[in-house]
């Protein structure tokens, strides 16, 4: 079965850097976009950054704009997500997915497999 895992996450003072892996197995990685989304408690899940499936297109939120990459390598089926200039507003579970649809996707339910999340904590 298609499995999404996440690792990288943990806890790091403001303005320091981070970056975050999502191994997948299960699935033919390279025809497949993958994205970043994150939720903080009591928000809804947010798009943070997607990438197509040749890594040639990138999408940021404004939020993150300047600040995250996104990234992939199809040889590894690893996408990947690093964080500089972090904010303790950054500060939630990341989750990556992966679209067989979409490219530049940033809804949800554009995404058809998810990973269980890891937890990025920024504090002030």
């Known amino acids: 079965q298609v499995q999404l895992v996440e690792s990288g996450g943990g806890l790091v003072q403001a303005g320091g850097s981070l970056r975050v892996s999502c191994a997948a197995s299960?699935?033919?990685?390279?025809?497949?976009?993958m994205g970043w989304f994150r939720q903080a408690p009591g928000k809804e899940r947010e798009f943070v950054a997607t990438i197509s499936w040749s890594g040639g297109s990138t999408y940021y939120a404004d939020s993150v704009k300047g600040r995250f990459t996104i990234s992939r390598d199809n040889a590894k089926n690893t996408v990947y997500l690093q964080m500089n200039s972090l904010e303790p507003e950054d500060t939630a579970v990341y989750y990556c997915?992966?679209?067989?649809?979409?490219?530049?996707?940033?809804?949800?339910?554009?995404?058809?497999?998810w990973g269980q999340g890891t937890q990025v904590t920024v504090s002030s």
């Open positions: 299960g699935l033919r990685f390279s025809s497949y976009a």
């Open positions: 997915a992966a679209s067989n649809v979409f490219s530049g996707a940033r809804k949800t339910s554009d995404y058809n497999y």
